[in-house]
């Protein structure tokens, strides 16, 4: 008997022992559970619409970059614990991506968002142009010239910047995200007159844009979102708007609001870079709000870096372009204010 209890002690011990080796090793716990993400390097890259534009709510990093808690970025590392270094920045092309946020990667990064390409196309830009009475505007045009360049110009370098993002970050999990269609039929905001048709080729540069990138996203091997199905129902005028029309200040319209990231991006992002979608619960949406003095700290070091990107922010028709551009058309503008 005292023989029998020895040999099991032994086998007890031998599990013990390759238990805590496991463990030792990380191999004990499955991939994707709240021990094995936590303290996980996580990297936000890319424009405004990761930085979290529109959001109303942002960190004092000393930069104009418009980096939000309410931001995807932020709700996601706070979700799964993992330690985010926030470098998506407003107004952020690819080159300032490549200048100015890659070298935040490193071997030891497990987990990458980037939405970038929209700013390169000159978003700010051909919404001005559309946002024009259409006596005043050339949308047609803008967007004809945001299209070549998405289909000529953007591939390339799309390509050459994901291939930095995996050399600089191997061990990385990258997933790539789109932008949203801004309409959905209507415009009902004071001072802009979008036409449908002028929405309509807005949208479909959306897609234009979503499939190049999902293209490019694809041949590097990294996952891609595409926000467009999640965000139908809540365009600009929806009943329950993720993202905003013309807005006060200026630089939050046509930008996700906190609802688009919290319920929109949040769980879309999540899903594919954590192997499970995150719901943003209010006690969530706190946990995040509550990192902001510390990610501001993390940013602030990067702030001479920062200050090279210069913000895209629309520019809504005022009364004296108005007025210029009716006299050079021969309009009355009085009269065509008072019938629209």
């Known amino acids: 008997m005292n023989g029998l209890t020895f040999r099991l002690s032994k086998v007890r011990l031998a599990v013990s022992l390759t238990s805590i080796a496991l463990l030792g090793a990380g191999l004990a716990v499955a991939p994707g559970s709240p021990a094995s993400a936590a303290g996980e390097s ?15 709510s942002y960190l004092s990093d000393g930069s104009a970059c418009k980096r939000s808690t309410l931001a995807y970025p932020s709700l996601v590392a706070a979700a799964k614990s993992y330690s985010l270094n926030f470098r998506a920045c407003s107004g952020a092309v690819v080159a300032d991506v490549t200048n100015s946020q890659l070298s935040a990667l490193s071997s030891s990064t497990r987990y990458v968002t980037i939405s970038v390409g929209g700013n390169d196309a000159g978003f700010a ?9 259409a006596w005043a505007s050339d949308c047609a045009g803008a967007v004809a010239g945001a299209q070549n360049y998405i289909r000529s110009t953007l591939p390339g370098s799309l390509g050459t910047l994901y291939s930095r993002i995996r050399s600089a970050a191997p061990n990385a999990k990258v997933v790539v995200v789109g932008y949203p269609k801004l309409f959905m039929g209507e ?28 293209s490019r996203a694809s041949t590097a091997g990294f996952g891609f979102v595409n926000p467009i199905s999640r965000f139908t129902g809540h365009a600009v005028c929806d009943d329950v708007e993720w993202v905003n029309g013309l807005s006060n200040p200026i630089e939050e319209s046509y930008h ?3 609802a688009g990231h919290r319920d929109g991006y949040t769980p879309l992002v999540s899903s594919p870079l954590t192997g499970a979608a995150v719901t943003a619960t209010p006690a969530l949406v706190d946990a995040a709000e509550a990192t902001g003095s510390a990610q501001a700290a993390k940013q602030r070091k990067y702030a001479a870096l920062d200050r090279h990107i210069e913000p895209k922010v629309f520019q809504p028709p005022t009364r004296e ?6 006299d050079q058309r021969g309009v009355d503008l009085d009269a065509w204010l008072a019938t629209h």
């Open 42 to 56: 996580y990297v936000a890259l890319g424009d405004s619409y990761s930085s979290g534009v529109g959001t109303r």
């Open 125 to 133: 830009d051909v919404i001005t142009e559309c946002a024009l009475p």
């Open 187 to 214: 415009d009902c905001n004071a001072f802009t007159w979008f036409s449908p048709q002028d929405e309509a080729i807005l949208n479909d540069t959306a897609v234009l844009l979503n499939n190049t990138t999902a």
């Open 256 to 258: 996700a609001n906190a």
């Open 321 to 326: 372009r108005l007025q210029k551009l009716a």
